[in-house]
């Protein structure tokens, strides 16, 4: 990264009595490693993990520092951090006690179930994913104040280096500069005024970018709590924006968000305790489904991404992603059979018709029978007492519907498309589903984040997520393998390449430097290998207990994320 100003601008962030703490938001370089005693946040971006940074160290719990590191990702890292989309937040509080919380999107009243078909019932893509009409009710907000509960610290302390961000502004790296180039044409065409995303000459690693107007609309949120944002002036304005490009967000739709606390779903791996998110994520589920397809099978003697256990971890995908497909869908509105599909005998059935040495055909292996860009943002938090915290947070698309909140200068999501737009047809990760996942007024798109805490011995053993859209389970089960079955260290098991199956289309996805032979072999086997670029960024902490309690934070290589610590 290369910067910058000659004069710095260094920000204060008053955390307690006095201004305590200072991020300087003109000078800054990704971490992407520490290991410490008390505290660590490990984010997309350098600026947002050390806001966190400063609330552990001013004395605030990991759900403060979550907190704020979020608000700070909504202003410098808008390609996925937010405040016009929503996410879920997995934690382990010191007194053991296990939450999820869910602030996914709902689709408007307004929204039908064939909204996105044209006149002869084909799937009009464009609209579920760009612009106006691909806008869930955004969640963040709501989500943040059900959070508040579990904070220890004042929220006007927790948003106020995000609005410092936007008002004073921060320099841009060199990947959010070539991104708000690349979008520059979408940025005009999606909104009816012109964002401070959007400017005269190209944007290079180093400029300022300044938000007044989102400054403005964090400090409504800071005053009036979240009647600032589903009330009043921001509610004001989407619905304003929303007249002036046919969308159907309504201020009842704004006011009637509501946040909900879900049970955690809990399952044990191998004698460690795995907390994850439940419906209307299909993560946990994928997750629970994967791990106990191999629990038996002795997957470390088949060692890391060999074909053999490329194609075990390959064919529990496959199954999963099939029944993602047929049976999840928001619980609210729709009966899945969860405690069927994580069944033991289940499972066992499933995998039936596996054979090592052979691939598996989608055609033939469908959902189980019984009588669900790739841009999202991760972070996890630890503080000094033990409490976790896990965030997955997402506008979708990166940034999103691309659509700015003209006066309230954020962006709205394209969530929309993660409903089910017709049974079959593909949304923009490739992904099918069905009547389960079909759109229908106030519910919740399936989504595939999977923010999740390991607990060893009730203790926080890893806190781990990763934005990637359908990948993310899968990116987060080859995660937990590699460092609870093959022994890997923090860096290695996030580093180290990644392979995805979903089903549809039947194909292994391996990032690029996915080992050579492994892929002649598992051609071989007749599985179609296909090279892409990165999957997901992983955000790991790990924390081990021996004389001296050690925790080691990692960012993903594959951006600018960065980990902080003390
Ligand atoms: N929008 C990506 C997900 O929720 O899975």
Known sequence: MKHFKIVQIVLFFCLSVQCTAQVDAYQYQAQKKVTVANGAVVSAHPLASKVGLQILKSGGNAVDAAIATQLALAVVYPGAGNIGGGGFMVAHLKNGKNIAIDYREKAPS???????????GNPQMNLSQDGYLACGVPGTVAGIFASMKYASLPFKKLIQPAIDLAENGFVITAGMAEDLNDLKKEFVQLNTS????VKETPWKGGDT??????ANTLKRIRDDGAKGFYEGVTA???VEEMEKGNGIISFDDLK??????RAAMEFNYKGYHIVTMPLPSSGGIILEQTLKIIEHRDIAAMKFQTAASVQLMTEAERRSYADRAKYLGDIDFVKVPVATLVSDKYLTARMQDYTPGKAGNSETIKAGTIKESEETTHLSVIDKDGNAVSITTTLNGGYGSRTVVAGAGFLLNNEMDDFSVKPGVPNMYGAVGAEANAIAPGKRMLSSMTPTIVLKNDQP???VGTPGGTTIPTSIFQTIVNVIDFGMDAEDAVYKPKFHHQWLPDEIAVEDDFDAATVIALTNMGYHVKKRGPIGRTELILITYGQKKSITAVGDKRGDDDAEGY
Do not use: G
């Not at 012109?194 to 995303?197: D, I, L």
């Not at 009637?256 to 606390?261: D, G, L, Q, R």
């Open 194 to 197: 012109t964002p401070a995303f």
């Open 236 to 238: 004001k304005l989407i």
């Open 256 to 261: 009637k968000y509501t946040a909900k606390e």
């Open 461 to 463: 053993y890893m806190v």
């Open 209 to 214: 970018l300044v938000q007044e107007d989102l």
């Open 110 to 120: 307004k929204a039908s179930r064939d909204m996105y078909l044209d006149a002869n």
